[in-house]
């Protein structure tokens, strides 16, 4: 069995509920469908029956929990807790009332009301409009501050430098330049993802151009000392948690440079997470890995919310909908 039929097969015996919320899309009415048939999870759709069978006609909606904001008696509801949460900010109740029939943010309200067990979107909306309400409405989990993503990276086939055949690259898509602080959230934040979703003890690299203090940048970009500060940030936040750099990619992953530039760590030669210092570094990286290595990346996957919110390429298939779902239910655990 693949990881991702795993994943699939372990969601489907969660039963949870995910509300998807572009129900004016074709792909994700049919990966409704898909993900109702296969019981993978329980899906709320913000939609209508009407649009949905107009833009699908031949989809089967049997099973599936249709909403529309427009006409949901929960609306006036999810406004208040709108206005509750963004008063400070200068919210009117109007504007609130009006805000909750969008349906990105009515979704976010659902989760927020502990309606759904997860949010899944951006089919047809910017990763901005999809993730601006979780951040307005759900907010960070505690003690993370840093909404980041990661990529779960499934090998062809297992690698002497990877025996577990999965890998978690981190952060590729969302955090451009990240602090020294938001580096250890994101370092925290994917070892958490790396246990729940791809099933492995995660053993956490920070990666770096520079070993150790091999390499510095002191008077350019200053990225080996945020990488370094870092470290140290992520080891107080999680100190039981195997972590360990700055590391180079080839002393993080062979066991014999590892040991050769960072005698005594427990992390190098066999990491499994990968802490990229920036989102060039990582989205370059995770790329070579899918298209020179042959790994299959499933994501991005959100994390570091106070409840599962994940967002959807624009140009994603039914299937990748379908695994988003998946993955979605299982951060929900």
């Known amino acids: 069995m693949s990881l991702l039929d795993e994943i699939k097969t372990k969601a489907a015996a969660l039963k949870k509920t995910i509300v998807l919320c572009e129900g004016e899309d074709k792909r994700v009415i049919e990966a409704a469908a898909q993900i109702t048939k296969e019981g993978i999870a329980k899906i ?14 031949d989809t089967d909606l049997t099973g599936i929990t249709l909403i529309d904001p427009l006409t949901s008696d929960k609306t006036a509801a999810y406004a208040n807790i709108l206005y509750e949460a963004r008063k400070a900010k200068g919210m009117t109740e109007e ?41 307005q409405v759900v907010k960070t989990a505690p003690g993370i501050k840093t ?31 990240p602090t020294e602080e938001q580096l250890a959230d994101i370092a925290v934040s994917s070892a958490k993802t790396a246990k729940a979703i791809a099933g492995i003890e995660p053993r956490v690299a920070m990666l770096s151009f520079s070993t ?8 350019f970009t200053q990225t080996v000392p945020r ?19 700055e590391f180079q990619f080839d002393a993080a992953v062979a066991p014999e ?8 760590s427990k992390v190098a030669g066999h990491a499994n997470v990968f802490v990229f210092p920036n989102i060039n570094a990582g989205n370059i990286g995770y790329k070579i890995a899918q298209r020179f290595g042959g790994y ?30 998946a993955v979605t239910a299982l951060q929900a655990e």
């Open 44 to 57: 709320v759709l913000i939609g209508n029956e009407a649009e949905c069978k107009k833009v699908s006609p």
């Open 95 to 135: 504007q609130a009332r009006q805000q909750a029939k969008d349906r990105t943010m009515f979704g976010a309200l659902m989760l927020k009301a502990g309606d759904v067990d997860g949010y899944v979107s951006g089919a047809c909306h910017s990763t901005a409009n999809t993730l601006r309400p979780g951040l």
């Open 147 to 177: 909404v980041s993503s990661c990529f779960i990276m499934i090998a062809p086939e297992k690698h002497e430098y990877n025996p577990d055949g999965v890998a978690v690259f981190a952060d590729c898509a969302i955090n451009i330049e």
């Open 212 to 219: 150790k203090g091999s390499g510095n940048d002191d008077k």
């Open 227 to 245: 990488v370094q500060k870092a470290t140290q940030l992520a080891k107080a936040m999680a100190p039981d948690l195997a972590l360990d750099g």
């Open 257 to 264: 440079v590892g040991q050769l530039k960072a005698p005594g």
């Open 296 to 325: 299959m990346a499933i994501g991005p996957v959100c994390q570091g919310f106070a409840k599962p919110l994940n967002d959807l390429s624009r140009g994603c298939s039914v299937d990748d909908i379908v695994a988003t779902v």
